[in-house]
């Protein structure tokens, strides 16, 4: 009698844990992020402090160990950073909460809510691309040639950025061509800034006169943004860095140093530095969601996926007119965070996102730029985040910028990838304290 | 800004392109062709309804694009429009000047 009181309760015990697992396992839905770089590191804290944790659980994957941190392959040529400034391990940056999975990603198949990674299958309630873009040599002809990483570099990889560091320490001078494939690229004004800091980095060494730098673009002028090019094309005088517009390159002549383009154009070199085609992720065109770079149509106010209501894309991953760029995924990763909170209690999504980006431009010898501008407004004029106050200038050089410049790294590391805000830096761009007719504040000047 | 090409008053970029293009004629492009030394062709004028038809469609516009055109390659869209291919044909075809400068 006892016996089967006590067998009845075990097995009533042991079915409500039955029914009680089947219960989480219907009820718990998961958020999965696709990469692990700035913007999926940001949302993953985000989110972890914002989805109800008995009803999501969220997962993060990416093969790589390695977190960079991009903006600073820009210094590292120079000897300005050294390799450990700019690398960290990724995981330290993954909140407790969130569960991360170090595999590659084989295929999303956003029809069935799923994707292949290298040995399991991992189905989703809500996705998250946030794959970024890289670089792809091999869509120019005989880019990947014998000089490659001989006397043609990129400094969009690490490994490319220390090669040319190395190369750079005992070059003894010659044409140096920085040039820029097609757009669009990752951070649109580095190539710009590298030319700006070679022009610094051989007057310090003492060869600035036997080195002449020239600055290759596919574009009308050297700034992407008309304004710019007006407020700052005197940078390339005073620093005499010529340059050739226009330029779409064709192919790489490696034979006899130069590059030639599509007009039959010829630029030759001594040391190239290049910006190559930057394309979305293989997997997105192994997932046919891409357009011919890889880049997935996103929405680009709510930045929610064109094809499929729940999936989401963020930072260089997407196809909207906005750089691309760490500042940029910053002011994506705020607005998708309220985004993916609305969508998750059927809610309307905020048209919210403006293409808000905020960029410094080395200038090289101590000083920088501050440029700020979305889809819609061109660079300005100004102070920044103060009005009237600053401290820092828009669209004016500076020293206090280059300090700018060189905090953001502590900035990066310690607040932007953990999701915490910046002071006084707003998602949407704000109208305080700049000026929006360049040529009346010409006048003043 | 306002502009008169082909004896019509048109409104245009401060760069020269048409801000309707509803107002287009082939006699607008002929001229505005004429401003850039090139002459139109038959292959011209497939290029520019292919560049009509996409931004139609919303298609954003690249050199990147041309190579899927059908129409032409690369090498023959910079043999007919010299200079800047993209700047100049989308002037003529009096669509927007791309935005690929971002």
Same mark, same amino acid.
């Given at each position: 009698m006892r016996i089967g009181i006590i067998l009845h309760q075990e097995i009533r015990s042991l079915t409500n844990a039955h029914i009680s697992s089947l219960n989480l396992n219907t009820t718990m839905k998961n958020l999965l992020i696709l990469g692990a770089g700035t913007s999926g590191t940001m949302m993953a804290n985000h989110l972890v402090k914002k989805l109800p944790k008995k009803e999501w659980a969220i997962t993060i994957v990416d093969q790589y160990k390695t977190h960079y941190y991009q903006p600073g392959f820009l210094f590292l040529p120079f000897d300005i950073y050294s390799e450990e400034q700019v690398k960290k391990t990724g995981k330290k940056f993954i909140p407790k909460g969130v569960n991360y999975i170090q595999k590659k990603i084989e295929q999303i198949f956003p029809e069935e809510n799923k994707v292949a990674l290298e040995d399991e299958t991992v189905h989703y309630d809500i996705l998250i691309v946030a794959t970024g873009s890289k670089i792809a040599p091999d869509e120019t002809e005989d880019l990947l040639g014998p000089l490659w990483h001989k006397d043609i570099f990129d400094f969009y990889t690490y490994e490319g950025a220390l090669a040319l560091r190395n190369k750079l320490r005992d070059w003894e001078g010659g044409k140096l061509v920085v040039h820029i494939t097609e757009m669009p690229?990752?951070?649109?004004?580095?190539?710009?800034?590298?030319?700006? $800091?070679?022009?610094?980095?051989?007057?310090?060494?003492?060869?600035?006169?036997?080195?002449?730098?020239?600055?290759?673009?596919?574009?009308?002028?050297?700034? /992407?943004?008309?304004?710019?090019?007006?407020? $700052?094309?005197?940078? $390339?005088?005073?620093?005499?860095?010529?340059?050739? @517009?226009? !330029?779409?390159?064709? +192919?790489?002549?490696?034979?006899?140093?130069?590059?030639?383009?599509?007009?039959?154009? /010829?630029?030759?070199?001594?040391?190239?530095?290049?910006?190559?085609?930057?394309?979305? &992720?293989?997997?997105?065109? +192994?997932?046919?969601?891409? &357009?011919?770079?890889?880049?997935?149509?996103?929405?680009?106010? /709510?930045?929610?996926?064109?094809?499929?209501?729940?999936?989401?894309?963020?930072?260089?991953?997407?196809?909207?007119?906005?750089?691309?760029?760490?500042?940029?995924?910053?002011?994506?990763?705020? @607005?998708?965070?309220?985004?993916?909170? $609305?969508?998750?209690?059927?809610?309307?999504?905020?048209?919210?996102?403006?293409?808000?980006?905020?960029? !410094?431009?080395?200038?090289? =010898?101590?000083?920088?730029?501050?440029?700020? !501008?979305?889809?819609?407004?061109?660079?300005?004029?100004?102070?920044?985040? !103060?009005?009237?106050?600053?401290?820092?200038?828009?669209?004016?050089?500076?020293?206090?910028?280059?300090?700018?410049?060189?905090?953001?790294?502590?900035?990066?590391?310690?607040?932007?990838?953990?999701?915490?805000?910046?002071?006084?830096?707003?998602?949407?761009?704000?109208? =305080?304290?700049?000026?929006?007719?360049?040529?009346?504040?010409?006048?003043?000047? | 800004m306002d502009l008169t090409i082909a004896g019509i008053r048109l409104d245009v970029t401060e760069e020269g392109y048409l801000t309707d293009v509803s107002q287009w004629n082939e006699e607008i492009a002929k001229e505005i062709a004429q401003k850039e030394d090139i002459e139109l062709t038959d292959k011209h004028w497939e290029v520019i309804s292919w560049i009509q038809e996409q931004v139609k469609n919303e298609v954003a516009l690249s050199i990147r694009g041309i190579k899927k055109s059908g129409v032409l390659n690369i090498k023959e869209f910079y043999a007919l429009f010299p200079g800047g291919p993209l700047k100049k044909a989308t002037k003529i075809a009096g669509v927007p000047k791309p935005k690929s400068c971002i």
């Open positions: 690229i990752k951070c649109p004004v580095a190539p710009l800034e590298f030319a700006f $800091l070679a022009d610094s980095y051989f007057h310090k060494k003492g060869m600035r006169d036997k080195v002449e730098i020239t600055y290759v673009t596919p574009l009308s002028g050297a700034f /992407t943004k008309p304004t710019c090019t007006t407020a $700052l094309t005197y940078l $390339l005088d005073e620093k005499d860095i010529k340059i050739e @517009t226009d !330029f779409a390159i064709e +192919r790489v002549d490696n034979e006899n140093k130069q590059i030639i383009d599509y007009a039959d154009t /010829t630029v030759p070199f001594d040391l190239l530095v290049t910006v190559p085609t930057n394309m979305g &992720d293989e997997v997105i065109e +192994r997932s046919g969601m891409g &357009d011919d770079l890889n880049f997935i149509p996103t929405h680009k106010h /709510t930045l929610q996926s064109k094809e499929h209501d729940n999936v989401f894309v963020i930072g260089d991953a997407t196809n909207v007119p906005a750089s691309k760029a760490g500042s940029v995924a910053h002011f994506q990763a705020e @607005t998708l965070t309220d985004n993916i909170i $609305l969508f998750t209690k059927g809610y309307k999504l905020k048209e919210e996102f403006d293409g808000h980006a905020n960029c !410094f431009i080395e200038t090289g =010898k101590n000083k920088a730029l501050l440029i700020d !501008f979305n889809y819609d407004q061109e660079p300005v004029h100004g102070t920044f985040p !103060f009005a009237g106050i600053g401290p820092l200038k828009l669209l004016k050089e500076s020293i206090f910028n280059h300090w700018g410049k060189l905090a953001f790294r502590w900035i990066y590391w310690n607040m932007l990838l953990k999701g915490i805000a910046i002071p006084f830096v707003s998602r949407n761009m704000s109208f =305080k304290g700049k000026v929006f007719d360049i040529k009346a504040e010409k006048q003043h000047v | -």
